[in-house]
């Protein structure tokens, strides 16, 4: 079975500052990851995703994130948060060829102050 | 090309009642998925169709609940006898099979409240 743990339900951050979303996952088997993000009233849309190869992979708006096997972790960092960021965003796992089903941490909310 | 599609976007209901959610995915999508997002569990999946395989139902939280997809395209999501905490936003995803891509694409959700 898989898991996720996203460190922090709300991180308040300053326009222009880094943000750091944590995520650490447990898989018995190695698994794919991925960040989505929600606004408000609206469905999950993928930031970003690793599956094999390169570990540290580039997503939309800026965002990138590493896979830190040792670690067991995919954090998610962008260099200078834009107010349109705010959102919620969710670190999820799924096994390859086991339907993959994605198993989502419980989310963190981003807010960003002017 | 369209987007995965949910209707309808918002229901509400009275507790014993039964509903029916409507997912339709991308055309050419063959993996279908539902997950229900509450703030007590959070986003858990609930069942997943691909092509003409069974279903794993793995994740449906009670015999009230029930889906089927028709045609390979559209699913239905039904809950019967509907509980207070069945209250929830319900979303469907769609993924396309093969070519390595493993993105699974949400549509906007429906958001149920059981009175």
């Known amino acids: 079975a898989q898991s996720v743990t996203q460190l922090g339900s709300h991180v308040s951050v300053s326009e222009g500052a880094l943000v750091l979303l944590r995520c650490n996952y447990s898989s018995s088997v190695p698994p794919y990851l991925f960040w989505y993000v929600q606004y408000p009233n609206q469905g999950l849309q993928l930031l970003l995703k690793y599956t094999t190869g390169a570990t540290l992979v580039k997503g939309i708006n800026g965002f990138e994130a590493e896979f830190k096997k040792s670690e067991t972790s995919f954090h998610l960092t962008k260099p200078s948060a834009h107010m349109s960021d705010a959102a919620e965003y969710f670190c999820?796992?799924?096994?390859?060829?086991?339907?993959?089903?994605?198993?989502f941490g419980g989310g963190t909310r981003l807010m960003v102050k002017p | 090309g369209a987007g995965v599609s949910q209707s309808p976007s918002n229901k509400v209901t009275e507790k014993g009642k039964d509903v029916e959610l409507r997912c339709d995915p991308i055309s050419g999508h063959t993996a279908l998925y539902w997950y229900r997002q509450s703030l007590g569990q959070g986003l858990e999946f609930l069942i997943y169709?691909?092509?003409?395989?069974?279903?794993?139902k793995s994740g449906l939280p009670s015999d009230r609940f029930s889906a089927e997809r028709t045609g390979g395209s559209v699913s239905t999501l039904t809950i019967q006898r509907t509980q207070q905490e069945d209250s929830a936003v319900y979303l469907c995803?769609?993924?396309?099979?093969?070519?390595?891509?493993?993105?699974?694409?949400f549509g906007p959700g429906t958001r149920l409240t059981v009175l």
């Open positions: 995803a769609s993924r396309i099979m093969g070519g390595g891509t493993d993105t699974q694409y």
């Open positions: 999820a796992v799924s096994v390859p060829k086991a339907g993959n089903m994605l198993t």
């Open positions: 169709f691909q092509g003409n395989s069974a279903p794993d």
